[in-house]
């Protein structure tokens, strides 16, 4: 278990009693202080700046965009993925998610980024042919 009884005021505290999910680039838990700011982002898909969706069928490509239009909203508001709290990714296909999902893990890492993150199967998403969709909520 990584954890700090006392970290510094702005320090972020991992949780995690078990260690397999470092593999999948996340910590189970993270115990900070309450930020000064809150963004809620709203499900964001592979879509452009028209809503219209690209990357049908290519899961991977679906992932990246999807996370690229999080990061989009991120800066929009002073932030990026290092302010991440939480990450859920919806998905029509969890196994094809999974396997594309070390561009997931490359991207956060390239933020120092282990935000807790939930994985999703889902029957549907909002467009026709869209398998993935992510929303968080980020904080500083």
Not at 47 to 65: K, P, T, Y
Not at 67 to 84: C, F, I, P, R, Y
């Amino acid at each position: 278990m990584t954890t700090s009884l006392h970290p510094a005021p702005s320090a972020v505290t991992s949780i995690n009693p078990t260690t397999w999910n470092a593999a999948f680039g996340y910590d189970q838990g993270q115990l900070r202080a309450a930020p000064a700011r809150l963004l809620t982002v709203a499900g964001q898909g592979p879509v452009d700046e028209s809503g219209v969706l690209l990357h049908a069928g290519d899961v991977s490509a679906q992932l990246s965009l999807s996370l690229a239009n999080v990061e989009t909203v991120l800066a929009a508001a002073g932030m990026d993925l290092s302010d991440v709290l939480r990450l859920v990714v919806y998905t029509t296909d969890v196994d094809a998610t999974l396997a594309a999902y070390g561009a997931l893990i490359e991207r956060l890492q390239q933020f120092s980024a282990t935000p807790p993150t939930t994985l999703l199967g889902v029957q549907r998403l909002a467009l026709p042919g869209m398998a993935v969709e992510i929303d968080a909520t980020a904080g500083r």
